[in-house]
């Protein structure tokens, strides 16, 4: 008998890697505070149903933490812009990313042609632009 000891948890390794703390919290936030949004809507939705006078009061909290809510979304991705400005991600104009793309489509491109030698391969007749 083997005496390995089997644990609850499994380590699953995972397509991306996890949000820094500060983002991880603004998204927090922000779900909570569109829930709570959602909460108050629905309870207005009912109050205002059933002809209570709270609607009237209600409809303006329910407002006011929509403005919140989005608010609050907005926060997640401002944190997550300051975080990758200020952690070093690097980032280049669309520019200097089509001239990398584009090289690279011609690396491989000249791979395949290498691969395949050439062969089979059929002339480029230029379309009329009249047609």
Do not use: K, Y
């Amino acid at each position: 008998m083997e005496s390995e000891r089997q644990t609850v948890w499994e380590e699953v390794p995972v397509g991306r890697p996890r949000l820094p703390d500060p983002v991880r919290a603004a998204a927090v936030r922000a779900v909570l505070i569109g829930s709570v949004a959602l909460v108050e809507a629905l309870v207005e939705v009912l109050l205002a149903a059933g002809g209570s006078w709270l609607a009237a009061p209600m409809l303006l909290f329910t407002v006011l933490t929509c403005v919140i809510a989005t608010w609050a979304v907005l926060d997640v991705w401002v944190t997550r812009q300051v975080w990758n400005q200020r952690a070093g991600v690097v980032s280049s104009p669309s520019s200097a990313a089509r001239t990398l793309r584009r090289e690279r489509r011609r690396e491989r491109r000249a791979a395949r042609q290498a691969a395949r030698g050439r062969r089979g391969r059929r002339p480029h007749i230029p379309w009329p632009h009249g047609v």
